[in-house]
């Protein structure tokens, strides 16, 4: 894989932790501090930051986009060719930065996993079992 297409499959794995890390922020965050009883301090979150009370206005738009974006990354690190150079320097670079997009990957998608959990699911959750 020329070092052209493993930048740019590195720079795709940290906008993909970015954006999903705005679905914790949005979601999972204040209804963590709201349920072990800090309501105050998620209002006062929202006064600080008020692109946050934007980001849960659009909560289902940012979950849609941080979806695609990692379905994109998966097909990026897992079904093209990984052809990196012969070189050894680079081609050990090359996998180096295949680990790390890996585990960039990783980490987003269990971001993003708990912000799904806690937006769309906790509550529904919480209804049923009658708490």
Not at 34 to 45: C, H, K, P, Y
Request: aromatic fraction near 12%; hydrophobic fraction near 55%; include cysteine.
């Amino acid at each position: 894989m020329d070092i052209d297409r493993q930048t740019q499959q590195y720079t795709l794995s940290w906008i993909t932790l970015v954006v999903s890390s705005g679905t914790l922020l949005c979601c999972a965050l204040p209804i963590l501090l709201v349920s072990l009883g800090f309501g105050v301090a998620v209002a006062s979150l929202t006064h600080s930051w008020p692109i946050l009370i934007t980001l849960a206005e659009y909560e289902l738009w940012m979950f849609t986009v941080s979806a695609v974006l990692l379905g994109t990354t998966a097909w990026v690190l897992w079904f093209r060719i990984p052809q990196c150079p012969s070189d050894p320097v680079l081609a050990e670079r090359c996998t180096q930065a295949r680990k790390w997009s890996r585990g960039i990957f990783f980490a987003a998608t269990i971001m993003w996993m708990v912000g799904f959990i806690s937006a769309f699911l906790l509550l529904p959750i919480r209804n049923f079992i009658g708490i």
